[in-house]
Every structure is written in structure tokens, then in C-alpha cells.
């Protein structure tokens, strides 16, 4: 397996058979190497440094209903919150004290925040914080949308792909989204000129090698700046109560991958893999991720966004989180450093 990890770090590219039985046929061995070349790569370009990103999770209120998601419409036990431009506001102003110049505004797809509303708070934002990056993570829009936000200010985008295959897609959602509109979403987001994160959940119901052989052949196709990916983890409120966990070993030998594949590519090692193993965020940046994103959110809320369960941080306060982070980092030889942390892919806006 070792020569499929050499010829991947050499021409950054395999094919969909490749992919498959390098993921299929993986061994601790092999995890071994993949994660010495990754951090090479990572060293070349990022060298030791860990971008932040303060994460405002400002609404829970989601019109759609992902089998896997504990914020999904049909949760009636989620205690729903919406946070108001004040509240999102003194995020920011905790946040930037604190050295985040990337703000990312996360939330369900809440119809209650019109493009009006999210423009204003991107154009404030954007005023108030003139070194800052503004990050965007509330789902599948219209290109119109897409685009106003944008021209408010907005730089980036995340949604994840989830999966790329329609047919596994199609398990882990109810019919009326489809795998179709989600990558035409992200294609939208590019054409504007997002810097565009997308990623996929590792472990995901009737997720097979193929399905996550097709995932990173969609990421080579798409070449996005930034690429998100955890583990799944169940919650128990929904239809995937019962369904087996996304594991830490699979989760990280596909951080490896993807950094082969994509070398200058923005990687967060994600509070998921910090849910699943308590070393797990450390293990992600080792494995060759270089973002973290603690969390911002107001303390009283953060229970209450819970995708999955046992997420951890939702009783610390930011300040706490940035500390907490610094201190990690710090103890497998790395620094929080404090940039925008724009991907080297792209040009950026002044
Ligand atoms: N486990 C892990 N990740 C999840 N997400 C949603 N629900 C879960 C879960 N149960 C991920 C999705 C989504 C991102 C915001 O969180 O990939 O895109
Ligand atoms: Fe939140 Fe450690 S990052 S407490």
C-alpha cells in the first residue's frame, strides 16, 4: 500500500480503483507512513502553524430533516434559539480580542434570516473588523442569494458534499434534497468566488470504500480551498440513533489522504474527531490537518447545537476554548497562530 501513498504524494492523483483498495486494504503500516508524508507536505507549506477560527453557531432552526442530524425539523425535543445581530455581534468583539480574524457563521437553514438580514450582519462585521475573514455555513441557497451575500462581504463558504454518490446520498436524506443540487450549490459558490469548503462525514451509514473513493475523486474535481471532514456520531434523537459511530483510525487516514491529494488545502481537524477520542483533534492536526475551530458561541446556547451527541466544549466559555486550543497545539509542537489564514490557493481581496 506503501507505493499507492508514494505514487499519491507524487502526482496527487488516483484513480477511483486506487482509491478503493488503498482505503479498503489500509493498515496501521501504512496509516504510519500516510501521516509522515502528510505532515511533510503540511511543513512545506503551513510549516507549524494552526489557523483558529471562532465558530458562532447563531441558529438551530432547520427547515430540513438529514436522518443524521440532531438539529433536523423533526426533532421536536431540540430546544430551538436564534441569536440576534447584537448577541452575534459580541461574538465577534469576544472573539477578536482573543485573536480570531476569521469569523464563521454557522447555522441551520432558518428562513427566518432573510439575505437582507445576513448581508447587514456581514457588511457590520466586515466594518467593524477590517483584517477579518467572514465564513458563511447556512446551506443550500439560490445563486442570487449566494451572490449578495457575497458582494456584503462575505469570503467563504462551507458545505459539506456529504457524500457523492446520489444513490448513498439519497439514504442519509429524505427525497427532496438531492446529491444533484448540493454539488451544483458548491459549484455556484466557486463561480461567484467564494474560497469554497466542502467534505463529508467518515463512517456514515452503508458508507463504502467506493462511496469515499467517488468523495475524493468529487474533492480533485472540485479543488476546493478548504475541506471538512469528521466522523459520523450518532444522536439520539433521530433516525440513526442506533447506527455504529464513524471511527477515529478511518477518520484520520483520510485527513492523511486528502492532504496528499490537495497539499495547500485548509484542513480543520474538527470538533467531531475531539467528540470521538479525547485526543482526537491533536491527532487530526498530526495526521496532516492545520485548522481548528473552537467554538464562540454564547455559553447559554451552546447545548442546544447539538448535531450529534456528547459534543464537547458546550460548557466552556470562548476565552476558555482559545486557551484550551493554545495549550494543545502547543504540546505536539505546534502554534495558534494569529491570520486570516487564507488558503495559499487563492488570491485574496484587500
Ligand atoms: N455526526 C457527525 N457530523 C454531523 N454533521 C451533521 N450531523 C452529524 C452527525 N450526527 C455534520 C454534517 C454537516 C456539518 C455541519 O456537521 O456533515 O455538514
Ligand atoms: Fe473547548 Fe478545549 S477547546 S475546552
Given at each position: ?11 496527487q492523483?488516483?484513480?477511483?480503483e486506487e482509491?478503493?483498495?488503498l ?5 496501521p ?5 500516510l501521516?509522515?508524508r502528510?505532515?511533510?507536505v503540511?511543513?512545506?507549506?503551513y510549516?507549524?502553524d494552526v489557523?483558529i ?8 432552526y432547520?427547515?430540513n ?7 433536523r ?7 430551538r ?11 465577534c ?44 455555513s ?11 451575500l457575497?458582494e ?8 459539506r ?26 459549484r455556484?459558490?466557486k ?26 475523486l ?7 480551498q ?19 459511530a464513524?471511527?477515529?483510525e ?7 489522504l ?16 475531539g ?12 495526521a ?21 451527541d ?6 466552556d466559555?470562548?476565552?476558555?476554548c482559545?486557551?484550551?486550543?493554545e495549550?494543545r ?8 497562530v ?9 488570491d485574496?481581496?484587500p
Amino acid at each position: 500500500m506503501n507505493n499507492l501513498v508514494n505514487k499519491l504524494e507524487q502526482t496527487q492523483f488516483l484513480s477511483k480503483e486506487e482509491w478503493s483498495a488503498l482505503i479498503r486494504g489500509r493498515t496501521p503500516g501504512t496509516a504510519d507512513y500516510l501521516f509522515e508524508r502528510a505532515r511533510e507536505v503540511r511543513h512545506r507549506y503551513y510549516q507549524h502553524d494552526v489557523y483558529i477560527r471562532g465558530l458562532i453557531e447563531f441558529t438551530n432552526y432547520c427547515k430540513n430533516d438529514c436522518y443524521y442530524c440532531g438539529i433536523r425539523r423533526s426533532n421536536r425535543h431540540a430546544h430551538r434559539y436564534r441569536l440576534s445581530k447584537e448577541q452575534i455581534l459580541d461574538c465577534c468583539e469576544t472573539g477578536y480580542r482573543l485573536g480570531f480574524r476569521t469569523f464563521v457563521l454557522q447555522g441551520g437553514e432558518d428562513g427566518h434570516y432573510t439575505d437582507e438580514m445576513l448581508a447587514d450582519i456581514v457588511k457590520t462585521i466586515k466594518s467593524r473588523y477590517t483584517d477579518c475573514a467572514i465564513t458563511l455555513s447556512v446551506g443550500e441557497r439560490s445563486y442570487e442569494s449566494y451572490r449578495l451575500l457575497f458582494e456584503a462581504g462575505a469570503d467563504r463558504y462551507l458545505l459539506r458534499h456529504e457524500t457523492y454518490d446520489p444513490q448513498h446520498y439519497s439514504k442519509l436524506h429524505p427525497q427532496e434534497l438531492t446529491a444533484a443540487h448540493r454539488q451544483q450549490c458548491l459549484r455556484d459558490l466557486k463561480e461567484i468566488g467564494y474560497q469554497v469548503g466542502t467534505g463529508f462525514m467518515v463512517g456514515s451509514p452503508w458508507q463504502t470504500p467506493e462511496n469515499l473513493a467517488d468523495d475524493m475523486l468529487f474533492l480533485k474535481e472540485l479543488n476546493p480551498q478548504m475541506v471538512g471532514i469528521g466522523p459520523f456520531i450518532p444522536h439520539h434523537d433521530t433516525p440513526f440513533a442506533d447506527q455504529k459511530a464513524g471511527t477515529l483510525e478511518l477518520t484520520l487516514f483520510m485527513l492523511g489522504l486528502i492532504r496528499l491529494m490537495l497539499p495547500k488545502v485548509l484542513l480543520p481537524s474538527t470538533t467531531a474527531l475531539g467528540t470521538i477520542a479525547p485526543d482526537g483533534r491533536e491527532r487530526g492536526i498530526l495526521a496532516g490537518a492545520n485548522v481548528v475551530m473552537p467554538n464562540l458561541s454564547p455559553t447559554d446556547v451552546r447545548k442546544d447545537y447539538l448535531l450529534y451527541d456528547n459534543k464537547i466544549c458546550t460548557g466552556d466559555e470562548a476565552a476558555e476554548c482559545r486557551g484550551c486550543m493554545e495549550r494543545r497545539m502547543n504540546s505536539i509542537g505546534y502554534n495558534v497562530v494569529v491570520a486570516r489564514g487564507d488558503s495559499l490557493n487563492v488570491d485574496t481581496r484587500p
